[in-house]
């Protein structure tokens, strides 16, 4: 397999450019399951089954990471409740033990998060940011949009007072949205006043593996995803992006190849080129998927060829 060590890519007319040598993220889905059926998540309706990572893997993937020497950011999901897997603990342990340069990310629906959880996650210096999806405040809306009991606002309010008083230092997060489909106005005031400087919305995002998706548009704006961070699958595949549920897209597998190898891969290279050549279009997942970053401005090009984009 050719290793590229700046990545570069060069396809037709476009320019050279040069993607990081390592992904920002890396993001390990140690469990896929969720006991949330949130109706805007596409992993509801997917076919792959239920499963943890298992720990060799994990440790393989932190060790090499560790190897590299370079303080990215390991992130506990890709899909799936991470407090689920009773290796949770092990998991974040082992990262500071073996990776301390790298900060850990973690989004939870806070449905699993108890005292005796926020007590051990305390401990941990390194977790760079820790999120709570939520989505809505108010009982029976939350209940229609997450389908979690009611009482798991009660918890996530619970964890966000403690780290508030604990450990201030933890940036934390209230994902939802705005969108007036899943809130009113109403609502989202309540939700910024009970969690003051915490809500941070989001604009909503969906591929055809989305239920009842339409495409209302096809965009050709290159993606930030493939250029910034890695989604590693709970098996050991890697999909292009954290937004195929499905495994459309595999890139890599890590059972067989390193990290490296499989960022620095053909097959992350010509999906790359791509969207850099504004041909999203070809790659299905990539086609009508609205996620709204450019990746040209991330790595700074001045991309100015005349194509409407």
Known sequence: MQVLHTAEIRRGEMELFSCPKYPATVAIETNYYCNGKCFFCNSVASDRKPGRMAVPLFHKIIDEISSWNVPITISLNVYGEPFLNPDWLHLFEYIRDTAPMCKISVVTNGSAID?????HLMSFRNISSFGFSVYAIRPENYQRIMGLPAETI????HAIKRFSEERPDIPIGVACTFDPGYMSVQEKGEMIEK?????????????????NYKQIFTPNVPCQQPFCSLPIYHDGRVPLCCFDAEGEVIVGDVNEQTVYEIWCGNELHDCRALHLNLERGLIPLCNGCNYPFNAIQLVGLNHSRGKNI
């Open 115 to 119: 005292d005796e959880k926020l007590d």
């Open 154 to 157: 009660d918890k996530v309010d």
């Open 195 to 211: 969690w003051p400087g915490y809500v941070q919305p989001h604009p909503m995002v969906y591929t055809y593996q989305h239920r």
